[in-house]
Nanobody
Framework: VQLVESGGGLVQAGGSLRLSCAASVSSFDDFAIGWFRQAPEKEREGISCISSKDGTYYADSVKGRFTIYSDNVKNTVYLQMTSLKPEDTGVYYC????????????????????????WGQGTQVTVST
């Protein structure tokens, strides 16, 4: 499984960006797709997840501002980010999660990595004041 993120960039606070995650999967039915971010000197944060079987999840830090959705024809998951804040700055990664990991995250709010999921290379988002 290969994942390629795009859409990052520099934006002013209050602005919007749309990130894309193109996945080389046969079907999104087999995976959940999650978005994570990591700011300098901070731990990686799981911010959103989508599964065709279990729905969506948003971290409190992005709820109401970010929207995750998928285009199953293009095998691409998008993260629409609005009302961006400087604290949203970081490298954004998407990951293809095995179904059980995605379901657990969506229902419990906790993602438990075990090294078996697939990750993209990341895209930088910088929000200026």
């Amino acid at each position: 499984v290969q994942l390629v993120e795009s859409g990052g960039g520099l934006v002013q606070a209050g602005g919007s960006l749309r990130l894309s995650c193109a996945a080389s999967v046969s079907s999104f039915d087999d995976f959940a797709i999650g978005w994570f971010r990591q700011a300098p000197e901070k731990e990686r944060e799981g911010i959103s997840c989508i599964s065709s079987k279990d729905g969506t999840y948003y971290a409190d830090s992005v709820k109401g501002r970010f929207t995750i959705y998928s285009d199953n024809v293009k095998n691409t998951v998008y993260l629409q980010m609005t009302s961006l804040k400087p604290e949203d700055t970081g490298v954004y990664y998407c990951a293809a999660l095995h179904e059980v990991h995605g379901a657990e995250w969506i229902y419990s709010g906790i993602y438990h990595p075990d090294g078996s999921d697939y990750w993209g290379q990341g895209t930088q988002v910088t929000v200026s004041t």
